[in-house]
C-alpha cells in the first residue's frame, strides 16, 4: 500500500487510468472490511503496478515537469520528518528577515551530522503564499550562506535539497540584492571547505536552484527536471506565449529531465523514484534520498579540504565545454 501524504488524489491526466483502477480497488476495499484480499482485490493491485509503471516509463518531458510540481510530492521538510533526526532549525539571514522559502537546521542523517539546507513551498494555501511556492527571495539564499559558513567553521558537511521554478522575481527581491545574493552564493559555495552534497527533489529552476546547488556531488530524483529556466518561461521567449502547445515543446527542447542531466554530464546521479513517483511512496523516496546522501558523505569525508575545493571547482567549471575530433 501507498504511504502518500494524505488528503491529495492524482489529478493529472495521464493518471486517469490508474484513478479508475484506485476507485475500484477503494470500493472493493469497504466490502471486504479489512479481511485478506479477495482474488478480485489482488488482481486489481497488480494491474494498478502494471498501469503505473507502463505510464511512468513513458512520461514526456512535460509530464515530467508536471509530476514534479505534484501538490503531494515530498518537500524539504517532509524530507526533515522521514530520515533526520534531532532537527534544530534555523532562522533569519542576520540583514533583513527570515524567508520560509528556504528552510535551514542541523539535523542527523544516517551517521552524519549535517547541515540541511532545501526549498520549502509549502502545502497548504498559506504557507504556499508566505513561501511564495519554493521562489526564494534574497535573504532565503543569505541564510542559506551564513549557516553554510557556520558549519564549515564547524566541519559539518552540508546537504541540500533543491525544489524551486526560479528565484522569486519581485520588485523588492531585486531592489533586496536578488542577483547578487545568488552570485554570492554561487563564488561561496565553490570554496567551502566542507563536503556538499545536493539532491534535485523536485523542479529545479535557473538561478534559483543554482545558489543553493553549488556541490562535490549533484543528484536528481528520477522524475525531477532541472533546467536554465522553465517550460513556461522558455516558450514565453520562443514562442512569444506559454500555453498547452508551447509549454511541452519547450520542456522537451531544454532537455530537462533527470536522464537527460545525466547523459548531458550535469548531474552525477539519478536517484530511482518509487512505481508511480516519490508522492506515491514518500517513506520509501526518503529511504532512497537518505541512502545515496550518506553513501557519497562517506566517500567525501575521505579527501582533505583542499581537494575538495579543487575537485568541485573543476567540476563546475568543465560543464559544458565541448571537445574537438579530429
Known amino acids: 500500500m501507498s504511504n502518500a501524504i494524505p488528503g491529495f488524489v492524482a489529478t493529472m491526466d495521464f493518471e ?15 466490502k471486504v472490511g479489512g479481511s485478506v484480499p479477495s482474488d478480485e482485490l489482488a488482481t486489481l493491485y497488480a494491474t494498478r503496478e502494471t498501469v503505473l509503471s507502463k505510464t511512468y516509463s513513458g512520461l514526456s518531458a512535460w509530464q515530467t515537469v508536471r509530476v514534479a510540481r505534484h501538490p503531494a510530492r515530498p518537500q524539504t521538510l517532509d524530507y526533515v520528518d522521514l530520515m533526520c533526526r534531532d532537527f ?42 508566505s513561501c511564495r511556492f519554493g521562489c526564494a527571495n ?70 534559483g536552484a543554482l545558489g543553493i546547488a553549488v556541490a562535490d556531488r549533484v543528484a536528481m530524483l528520477e522524475y525531477a527536471w532541472y533546467s536554465v529556466i522553465s517550460p513556461e518561461g522558455c516558450a514565453a521567449i520562443l514562442w512569444k506565449e ?22 548531458n554530464g550535469l548531474v552525477d546521479a539519478v536517484i530511482q523514484e518509487p512505481i508511480g513517483g516519490a508522492h506515491r511512496n514518500p517513506k520509501s523516496m526518503a529511504a532512497a534520498v537518505q541512502a545515496w546522501i ?16 579543487r575537485q568541485r571547482y573543476e567540476k563546475f567549471r568543465t560543464i559544458g565545454s565541448l571537445r574537438s575530433h579530429p
Not at 540583514?95 to 497548504?124: E, M, N, S, Y
Not at 523588492?172 to 542577483?179: C, I, N, T, Y
Not at 550518506?294 to 575545493?309: I, M
Open 16 to 30: 486517469q487510468p490508474i484513478v479508475e483502477i484506485e476507485r475500484q480497488i477503494a470500493a472493493l476495499e469497504s
Open 88 to 129: 534544530c532549525q534555523l532562522h533569519g539571514d542576520r540583514r533583513f528577515g527570515d524567508d520560509p522559502a528556504i528552510v535551514t537546521g542541523f539535523a542527523r542523517i544516517g551517521p552524519w551530522k549535517v547541515l540541511l539546507v532545501g526549498h520549502q513551498k509549502g502545502r497548504t494555501t498559506p504557507e504556499r503564499i
Open 138 to 207: 534574497p535573504e532565503g539564499y543569505r541564510k542559506a550562506l551564513l549557516k553554510m559558513r557556520i558549519a564549515e567553521k564547524f566541519q559539518i558537511p552540508i546537504v541540500t535539497l533543491v525544489d524551486t521554478p526560479g528565484a522569486y522575481p519581485g520588485v523588492e527581491s531585486e531592489q533586496r540584492g536578488q542577483a547578487e545574493a545568488i552570485a554570492v552564493n554561487l563564488r561561496e559555495m565553490s570554496r567551502i571547505r566542507v563536503p556538499i552534497v545536493t539532491v534535485v527533489i523536485g523542479e529545479g529552476g535557473s538561478g
Open 242 to 263: 506559454a500555453n498547452e502547445r508551447t509549454n511541452p515543446l519547450a520542456a522537451k527542447s531544454l532537455a530537462l529531465t533527470a536522464r537527460e542531466n545525466l547523459a
Open 294 to 309: 550518506v553513501e557519497q558523505l562517506s566517500e567525501l569525508s575521505r579527501l582533505d579540504a583542499d581537494t575538495l575545493v
